[in-house]
């Protein structure tokens, strides 16, 4: 890093502006080494504020200023920086005090944690005179990990960008029914030809006016021949476009239904991989209503109104070509409101639209309150706030009316207004065919030909109309699902993934720290983890073990820093195999509907039943589920109701032991079970910890005793780590918690001598 | 009145001199109800993050003292008011947001509509693709182009 003579003196990154404005300000041989600019001022306010990091100097200037300030570089000098609430505080300070402060949005984090590592390691060089150790080549700032030669972005923390959906969402429903194009295409086919043959009828009034009634009033013989040839073919056209009008509906019927269907199936799909933050923001309720409803919506939106509205413009199309064929006036005349109306269609789509999504979100609202309400009645009901509730839907269901009221206003116009424009058409149609017949321009069954075919056309417009308001509908629905579609999960698969041969167990947590929000849950939390080692975590809650568990299970991306297993990344290991090697234990055991056996084999669906009642066996749960009526078949409920909390969460330990994971995670798996239960827990733990990378979160003390190492978290951050017998001797934040938990037993004690 | 003083270092931080004599470097303002009564109920909390002192109301206490407390809540309470909406990308989410705001103009992703929180009448709390929170005091006293841009995501 020292200024050699053949280095550039502005990296090119750096942008042109800068560099003329630096090369006035810095001496000849001097280097840019750092640059960023901050997006906040001292007060917070926006405004760009640019700071430079050279051989011997830090430079930053203002936004609004010309000036530079300028710090030398000396070994007193400290650049260290914080963040509360989403906004970064970089500051500069010597001994006396600090000398600047600066102030940035995070989104900026990375490039002020690089400024302050090429900073420090300046500052090593002042000091020493050695350049300090760069580990294996340049390493991300953010997750440390080691970056391929020539890039200066980590693959890693590069994350892509997500980018809005088109406004047409509709349109890439698509991607769904590019698998049933054929039918697409036989449906299409058929649909041309059934509107084709409804044209017919119109088509035959002409020659039934023209050659055989009119001549009839004028005094000639009906000719019954030609009025048989006449009718047959009407009745022919009738069946024919019946015929073709069924097996088209039919088709296309049956390849929405299955649109929808693998619609619904994709989306759980790429639901069920979304990291758990997705669903900690989301509301169950919501998530149930997009898959559930809104798919509904689309199937019906395809099947039914899609096919009309196509249908409709094709007999629009088709219509216009026969009557341009007969008489090119007397068309453009019938044509003419045909552009307003569009227009007016126009018009009201928008409002219609915005509407329709209110009216979702609204409706989101109403079932969000009973997706709260039901589950926690319990509550509800021993608080009595009944009434409260009640209200509470009431509210969310009038937010409902009022809006449904405000779009309808705009609805209910819409239909008399196009009716309206048909009468209209229909009598310039009138007035302008009487012109024509009288200037015997046009025979009278050209214009009666005329008025049956617009007849159809005008009331497939009035159908038409009502295309806007459903397609708005499915767009808006077809947008919610789209939206989850396209949420890239914030634990993403490696783009190059790297597998685990023989994974030992061993782990490696390096300067790693988790934000939740704007919330900084875990910092700069460095641990190594022997094979086979068993850990607790201990510490108040809120101290960030759960948040650590989350993040070496993967269930959370760290924010900084890195956690491998047998030294690779996380992040580049495939996330079901990563999983595959976890075995988790948690303090409610959640039970799927179906039978003890297959709660059990819930990790390895292939176990056979040996393997099942072995790992019972060492769960301990192998003779009360023989106590169950059915045994091993007996059904357990959602939550499995059936089951005491020690019982279940015996049956989660047999799902654990039953995988044979390297790494095992306990959090908190005895604190919900009395005592005694706790001690039949703990022998089925016990098994299942031998030999495992185990760490174990526990808010008894006295369940740790058989860990290698305690790990003492605070605010997250680890305060100490030791055996128990010396973290006593040490008198530190273990031995407080310890005490106090002792006092606490002595006094339960003490009161149940004197009960 | 108080039985506490304040100040404030070299270093920017704040120092408190706490009724029994000791002192506490690095003491952070934080107040309990944000939004709903920013002026009351004001925690002066020690680096070791218990709290040290409970400030009932802020006009409780001296002029010099208010102010150092004043200046400390402006530095870690970062929730620019929104004051116009300039232009949103995208009436879909993720959605880029130029606004206006009492901070000055500025761009944002807002993620997804769930990120909007409705807390109160017409007040509204808009969080960021990186956490920030940004607040809508009155829905209804903005202007025609804001109302109507953000009408669309509510």
């Known amino acids: 890093m020292s200024a050699r003579p053949d280095l550039p003196r502005f990296p090119d990154s750096l942008p042109a502006e800068w560099c003329r404005e630096l090369d006035a300000e810095l001496s000849s041989g001097s280097n840019v080494l750092a640059w960023l600019e901050v997006d906040l001022d001292e007060s917070l306010g926006f405004a760009r504020t640019r700071i430079v990091l050279c051989d011997g100097e830090l430079l930053s200037r203002r936004a609004g200023t010309m000036q530079w300030q300028r710090w030398p570089l000396h070994a007193e000098l400290q650049l260290g920086h914080f963040d509360h ?5 970089l500051e500069l300070s010597d001994r006396q005090g600090r000398l600047s402060v600066w102030r940035y949005t995070l989104e900026q984090n990375l490039a002020v944690l690089r400024l302050i590592k090429a900073f420090e390691s300046r500052q090593q060089l002042l000091a020493t005179g050695a350049a300090p150790a760069v580990e294996s080549g340049d390493i991300c700032p953010k997750c440390k990990a080691p970056l391929p030669p020539d890039e200066t972005e980590c693959p ?7 980018t809005p959906p088109s406004t047409w969402t509709l349109l890439r429903l698509w991607r769904f029914g590019k698998p049933y194009q054929g039918q697409l295409l036989a449906g299409f086919l058929l649909m041309l030809g059934s509107t084709a043959a409804t044209l017919v009828p119109p088509y035959l009034t002409m020659p039934l006016m023209d050659d055989i009634l009119i001549p009839f009033q004028n005094g000639q013989q009906i000719d019954a021949g030609l009025v048989g040839i006449y009718l047959a073919a009407l009745l022919g056209a009738a069946l024919l476009s019946w015929a073709l009008g069924w097996a088209k509906t039919y088709i296309l019927a049956l390849v929405s239904e299955r649109i929808a269907a693998d619609l619904r199936t994709a989306t759980f799909e790429h639901l069920l991989q979304l990291s758990l933050e997705y669903f900690g923001g989301k509301r169950t309720g919501d998530l149930m209503a997009r898959i559930g409803s809104e798919t509904d919506r689309l199937s019906v939106f395809l099947s039914l109104h899609l096919l009309d509205f196509i249908t409709d413009v094709l007999m629009i199309v088709l219509t216009a070509i026969i009557l341009f064929s007969i008489n090119p006036w007397l068309a453009l005349v019938t044509l003419l409101p045909l552009p307003l109306i569009a227009w007016l269609i126009h018009l009201v789509r928008d409002r219609l639209r915005t509407g329709f999504e209110k009216i979702d979100r609204v409706w989101g609202e109403v079932t969000n309150v009973l997706a709260d309400t039901i589950p926690g009645i319990r509550v509800v009901k021993a608080f009595a706030q009944e009434s409260r509730e009640a209200r ?11 809006i449904n009221d405000r779009l309808n206003k705009t609805w209910s116009l819409f239909t008399p207004t196009v009716s309206l424009l ?4 229909l009598l310039v149609v009138w007035a302008f065919g009487i012109w024509l017949v009288s200037k015997s321009q046009i025979t009278v069954g050209v214009l009666t030909a005329f008025l049956a075919y617009i007849g159809r056309f005008y009331t497939r417009l009035d159908s038409m109309s009502r295309i806007v308001s459903v397609t708005q509908k499915a767009a808006a629905g077809a947008k919610r699902i789209f939206d989850i579609l396209d949420h890239v999960s914030t634990v993403p698969e490696p783009v190059r993934p790297v597998h685990l041969a023989n994974v030992t167990g061993a782990m490696e947590l390096r300067e790693v720290g988790f934000r939740y929000g704007s919330r900084s849950v875990i910092r700069d939390l460095s641990l190594q983890i022997r094979p086979g080692e068993m850990i607790g975590l201990v510490g108040h809650s809120g101290s960030g073990k759960s948040t650590l568990v989350n993040l070496i299970c993967r269930f959370y991306d760290v924010t900084d820093g890195s956690i491998r297993i047998d030294g690779i990344d996380l992040r580049s290991i495939p996330v079901a195999e990563f999983r595959r090697h976890i075995g988790l234990v948690l303090q409610e055991p959640f039970l799927f509907f179906g039978s003890v056996a297959e709660n059990i084999a819930y990790g390895k669906p292939d176990a056979t039943r040996d393997e ?19 045994g091993y078949d007996s059904l357990v409920g959602e939550r499995g109701q059936g089951l005491s909390g020690g019982e279940r969460q015996r049956v989660s330990i047999a799902r654990a032991l039953l995988i044979d994971p390297r790494l095992l995670i306990l959090d908190e798996a005895t604190s919900s079970v009395d005592t005694e239960t706790e001690k039949e827990i703990q022998r089925a733990l016990d098994n299942l910890v031998a030999g495992r990378t185990t760490i174990a979160i526990a808010h008894r003390l006295s369940t740790l005793r058989k860990a290698d190492r305690l790990v003492v978290m605070d605010r997250g951050r680890i305060v100490e780590i030791g055996s128990h017998d010396e973290l006593m001797a040490s008198e530190g934040h273990y031995y407080r918690l310890y005490q106090a938990q002792q006092r606490h037993a002595e006094e339960l004690l003490l009161e149940g001598a004197a009960a | 009145m108080s039985d506490f003083e304040l100040s404030r270092n070299s270093f920017g931080r704040l120092v408190l001199k706490a009724a029994d004599g000791r002192v506490h470097e690095g003491v952070v303002a934080v107040r309990a109800f944000p939004i709903a009564a920013p002026d009351e109920g004001i925690s002066l909390v020690g680096s070791e993050g218990h709290e040290l002192v409970w400030i009932a109301r802020l006009d409780d206490l001296p002029d010099d003292m208010r102010r150092l407390v004043g200046e400390e809540l402006a530095q870690r309470e970062f929730v620019p008011v929104i004051e116009r909406l300039v232009a949103v990308s995208t009436f879909a989410t993720p959605s880029y947001w130029r606004v206006t705001t009492d901070h ?3 761009e944002f992703i807002l993620r997804g509509e769930e990120d909007i929180r409705r807390i109160g009448h017409g007040k509204l709390l808009i969080g960021d693709s990186h956490g920030m929170q940004y607040l809508v005091p009155d829905l209804y006293a903005l202007d025609g182009h804001s109302r109507k841009l953000l009408d669309r995501f509510l």
């Open chain 2, 104 to 106: 000055g103009e500025t």
């Open chain 1, 422 to 425: 048909t009468e209209i058409g």
């Open chain 1, 612 to 630: 099942i009642v072995a790992a019972a066996r060492a769960a301990h749960a192998h003779e009360f589920i023989l106590r169950l009526p059915q």
């Open chain 1, 392 to 402: 509470r839907f009431r509210d969310a269901n009038h937010h409902n009316l009022v």
């Open chain 1, 85 to 89: 609430a989403g906004v970064g505080t």
């Open chain 1, 156 to 162: 890693i923390c590069t994350r892509v960008e997500q």
